[in-house]
C-alpha cells in the first residue's frame, strides 16, 4: 500500500516532473491558457497560483525567487500584468475546465487558464 503519497508522480522521476511543471508554468503565464491532460493540470493549478502569490508581493527577494523558478520573462510578466490583475484578489486565479477525451490515446484532456 502507498500511504502518504503526497505528490502525483506523472509517470517521471522527480527531477523531469520538476522541468515538466515549470516549462508548463512558463507556457501558462506566457499564453494565459494551455490544453493538456487532466492530471498536470491539477498538479499545476495550485503551483501557479504560488508563483501569483508571490509576484503579488513585488520586491526584490520575491523576483529573484521567481526568476529561479520560472526565468526572466515570465517573471516580468508575472510581476507587471498579472500581479496587477489579481491584486485585490485572495486565490483562485485559475480555472480548470474539463474537455473531451484525446483521440489517439483516450487521455482526458482539460483547458487550464486564469480567470
Given at each position: 500500500m502507498n500511504h502518504s503519497q503526497k505528490t502525483i508522480q506523472l509517470g517521471r522521476k522527480?527531477?523531469?516532473?520538476r522541468a515538466l511543471l515549470a516549462t508548463m508554468a512558463v507556457s501558462l503565464v506566457r499564453d494565459e491558457k494551455i490544453q493538456?491532460?487532466?492530471?498536470?493540470?491539477k498538479v499545476l493549478r495550485p503551483l501557479v497560483e504560488r508563483l501569483v502569490t508571490l509576484a503579488k508581493k513585488g520586491d526584490v527577494s520575491t523576483r529573484r525567487v521567481l526568476i529561479s523558478r520560472v526565468g526572466v520573462t515570465a517573471?516580468?510578466?508575472?510581476?507587471s500584468t498579472l500581479a496587477k490583475k489579481y491584486?485585490?484578489?485572495n486565490g483562485g486565479y485559475l480555472r480548470i475546465t474539463k474537455l473531451n477525451d484525446r483521440k489517439n490515446d483516450g487521455a482526458k484532456l482539460a483547458q487550464i487558464e486564469f480567470v
Open positions: 522527480s527531477g523531469q516532473r493538456t491532460t487532466e492530471a498536470k493540470a517573471t516580468k510578466k508575472l510581476m491584486e485585490t484578489r
